[in-house]
């Protein structure tokens, strides 16, 4: 059962526009939710995070909206960046340390 | 400060010997998890630790694999009687309480 899913597998993007990469999820009971970006041969990254009582949480160039009914959230990159190329992981927590990560999105920057 | 450390970065095992994975956490981080990645998956908790404690192993699976974090030196991940279904990427995290986990790089175990 995937608590926490990330449908697109993939996605491709010009640089200088805007990258959306959606999470949707099933538990009500999670409340945090985080981003994590990976490159090839490193461990995921820390990149932003979101609290359940917020709906937006921004950090430069990155944007988390949570949408609490929808169970969807996502996260926005604006101007997106050859260097952004990665594969983006969605994770989520019922307020402990066990995250939950969808099974990830892989952005490509296109020069 | 250097970042959490794992070691090997692969490793490459026949079927039914043993693999044994290490993580170094960040200075002055005492708890410890791991996670696995399957090929085209999702990263999936497996064991919490703290110094000498298993705090929770819910999702490690019921035989063959075991963990440590001794008083002294890394944390282990010990894979017994290797079969080619745990061939994965093995992340280690590190937090200094339960929040923030920081992840190592990983190892890279193939079953041959």
């Known amino acids: 059962d995937q608590q926490v899913k990330q449908n697109s597998p993939s996605l491709s993007v010009q640089e200088g526009r805007i990258s959306i990469l959606n999470c949707d999820y099933t538990?009500?009971?999670?409340?945090?939710f985080l981003w994590y970006k990976k490159y090839p041969a490193e461990g995921p990254t820390f990149l932003i995070s979101?609290?359940?009582?917020?709906d937006k949480n921004e950090d430069g160039r990155f944007t988390v909206f949570l949408n609490k009914s929808a169970k969807h959230l996502s996260l926005h990159i604006v101007p997106s960046q050859p260097g952004d190329s990665a594969v983006y992981f969605c994770?989520?927590?019922?307020?402990?340390?066990?995250?939950?990560f969808g099974t990830g999105t892989r952005l490509k920057v296109l020069a | 400060n250097a970042g959490v450390m794992q070691n090997p970065r692969h490793l490459v095992r026949r079927r039914g010997q043993e693999a044994r994975l290490r993580c170094s956490p960040m200075?002055?981080?005492?708890?410890v998890y791991w996670y696995r990645q399957l090929p085209e998956e999702g990263l999936k908790f497996m064991v919490y630790?703290?110094?000498?404690?298993?705090?929770?192993e819910s999702g490690m699976p019921k035989e063959r694999f075991s963990a440590e974090f001794p008083k002294e030196g890394p944390s282990i991940l010990r894979i017994q009687q290797v079969v080619r279904g745990d061939s994965a990427a093995y992340f280690c995290?590190?937090?200094?309480?339960?929040?923030?986990?920081?992840f190592g790089p990983g190892t890279r175990l193939t079953v041959l």
């Open positions: 630790l703290q110094k000498e404690n298993i705090i929770d």
């Open positions: 538990n009500s009971m999670f409340d945090y």
């Open positions: 995290a590190s937090s200094p309480n339960e929040a923030e986990q920081f």
């Open positions: 200075k002055g981080h005492s708890h």
């Open positions: 994770a989520a927590t019922s307020g402990t340390y066990k995250y939950i």
């Open positions: 979101i609290s359940s009582i917020k």
